[in-house]
């Protein structure tokens, strides 16, 4: 325990954290996205929130923003300073809220007992932005003005002793002095503790639209497309357009054929469908035709008595008479050798099976939903697929969307994943960097829906728990080539990786080798691609996969430069 604080470490690990990103025109702090905004725009957004709900509501609504950019900045603390002392990662803090523009930050008084759960700290404040701009625009203040500010503090505080903490602003530059003063104990040590903690609570007002909003999300999702997993996500016009396609077939008996590439999400589609369709409370059976041998496919799909071919030991209920009265789909349809089409299609005409080695035709009534990820329609060109199937099927087809056309539905994808395997695995983290939200948006999705689902559940998996999941754990070829960063004087520095670094220095030493020796671009190639030769023993083939070229290219090399 301590009374004075001990002076700030340094913030070089901080500002390493800032990264200007000048391709895409964005700011990270570690990976968190960022914005520079003139402080006028946010003392415009403070004046419209105070005209609008008044002083009182407008100096809560502030605060809880400020708490809830507090709670962000904790997350990083304990996890860039891990070995430093207990101080030294708290002042992350201050010294955050000093690089970000905020306020100059100044613990005066530190002391913390976490197995007596106490704490005490006093922080100076000076040139408050918000103490500023709200002189300038009302004048001076008889109470203290610095809102979000305060809200930062405790939201910070509470977040990085995983503890509520709350602070009080006992000198406002607003009100005359020549600098803010803050003092935060835990919470149960205020004897107001209760009123103060009231700040952070919603106003009522809020929590009544919240309470409306809340009703309206549930009768939207009672109207969502749904299976046994859950409703079908998404906001996207490409997702959108498919899922109203499914709701406008579920009510009736017409066979579906749902398109689309691979991973997409078909099957859920297809539960979905039965889930919606008066068949939802009869058998919903899946088979994928891929998975299955070619021998095997027509007693799978149509059943086999005993006896019927060389290891059939007992009667088979095929596939269409377990899915009597409900749904079944077909996956990966395009598979189907051309003799089970044709049975497929006898069934589908007549709705009757007949088992393997059988001699009775039995009636089934079942809903067909079929899927694949080929086209059909060329594959009836190609002759593999039957062309009097392909129009049986094709009477409403679906086509769903691959993940790179639902930009808009990553994020919420992303989320809902996380929370999965949060519960599967029993761990928990902070969510997902902005950073790494930024990458999955941008990335192409050769996998889609199933890609994503493996890039979450690694991510959770390699990030430690209560931490972000970043860009790197998703992403591990990523690099930040290409951005700034600010140095020890406020400045924007050219920032790279450590791959780029080391490729630097690697190029440097060439060039002073080349200027102590007196050698051109052409003589150096040719000393590299003769000592490659010699290397390899006077293999071409050997010396070309050594420089990454082929043959041809360095035979080409080799005789125009010698």
């Not at 304990?78 to 100059?104: C, K, N, T, W, Y």
């Not at 404040?125 to 610095?146: I, K, R, Y």
């Not at 299976?227 to 906001?235: A, V």
């Not at 598979?335 to 709705?351: H, M, N």
Request: aromatic share 6%; glycine share 8%; hydrophobic share 40%.
């Amino acid at each position: 325990m301590s009374s004075s604080a001990p002076p700030l470490p340094s913030d070089a690990d901080l500002r390493s954290l800032v990264r200007f990103s000048t391709e895409d025109g964005l700011i990270w702090l570690s990976g968190q996205r960022m914005l520079l905004l003139h402080m006028a725009s946010l003392n415009a957004l403070r004046r419209e929130i105070m005209d609008t709900v008044g002083p009182a509501h407008a100096r809560r609504m502030l605060m809880r923003a400020g708490y809830a950019s507090g709670e962000r900045d904790a997350l990083l603390a304990r996890q860039i300073r891990p070995d430093a002392s207990l101080f030294d990662m708290f002042a992350v803090g201050p010294q955050l809220h000093r690089l970000e523009g905020a306020v100059r930050a100044t613990p005066e008084i530190f002391e913390i007992d976490e197995v007596a759960g106490r704490f005490r700290c006093v922080v100076r404040w000076e040139h408050s932005w918000e103490a500023e701009m709200h002189v300038s625009e009302w004048g001076p203040q008889e109470e203290p003005v610095c809102w979000m500010l305060l809200g930062y503090a405790s939201g910070y505080t509470s977040a990085f002793f995983r503890r509520p903490a709350l602070f009080k602003e006992v000198q406002c530059a607003a009100c005359g002095h020549s600098h803010c003063l803050i003092e935060g104990r835990f919470h149960h040590e205020w004897p107001d503790g209760e009123q103060l903690a009231r700040d952070y609570a919603p106003d009522s007002m809020l929590v009544r639209l919240d309470e409306l909003h809340s009703q309206v999300e549930a009768l939207r999702t009672g109207l969502q497309a749904s299976d046994n997993q859950g409703p079908l996500l998404g906001h996207s016009r490409a997702f959108l357009d498919a899922v109203e396609l499914l709701r406008k077939a579920a009510p009736t008996q017409v066979t579906v054929l749902l398109t689309g590439e691979t991973g997409v999400g078909k099957e859920r589609f297809a539960c979905a469908l039965h889930a919606m369709s008066p068949r939802a409370d009869r058998p919903f059976v899946a088979v994928n035709c891929a998975a299955l041998p070619a021998e095997l496919i027509e007693s799978e799909l149509f059943g086999a008595e005993k006896g019927a071919y060389t290891g059939a030991g007992a009667t088979r209920i095929g596939r269409f008479e377990r899915a009597d009265g409900g749904t079944l789909m077909l996956d990966e349809l395009g598979e189907l050798s051309l003799p089970a089409q044709a049975k497929l299609l006898r069934v589908l005409q007549s709705g009757e099976v007949e088992r393997l080695g059988g001699l009775q035709a039995r009636r089934v009534d079942v809903r067909v939903v079929a899927a694949t990820n080929v086209d059909l329609e060329q594959a009836v060109e190609e002759g593999r697929f039957r062309r009097d199937l392909f129009y049986r099927l094709n009477v409403y087809p679906i086509r769903v969307p691959a993940l790179r056309e639902r930009a808009d539905d990553i994020a919420l994808l992303a989320m809902h994943l996380l929370q999965k395997y949060t519960a599967l695995h029993g761990k928990s983290v902070a969510g997902l960097s902005d950073r790494a939200l930024a990458a999955l948006r941008s990335h192409r999705w050769p996998g889609n829906v199933r890609e994503l689902e493996n890039l979450v559940e690694r991510g959770l998996i390699l990030t430690p728990a209560g931490e972000q999941i970043d860009v790197g754990a998703l992403f591990p070829q990523w690099s930040d080539a290409g951005q700034v960063s600010i140095n020890a004087q406020g400045y924007l520095a050219q920032g790279s990786s450590a791959k780029n670094r080391e490729g630097d220095s690697r190029a440097a030493s060439l060039y002073d080798v080349m200027q102590s020796q007196g050698l051109s671009l052409e003589a150096l190639e040719h000393s590299l691609l003769q000592e490659a030769v010699r290397r390899a023993g006077g293999n071409l083939a050997a010396a070309a996969r050594a420089l990454g070229m082929t043959r041809p290219q360095l035979s080409y090399r080799l005789s125009h430069i010698s």
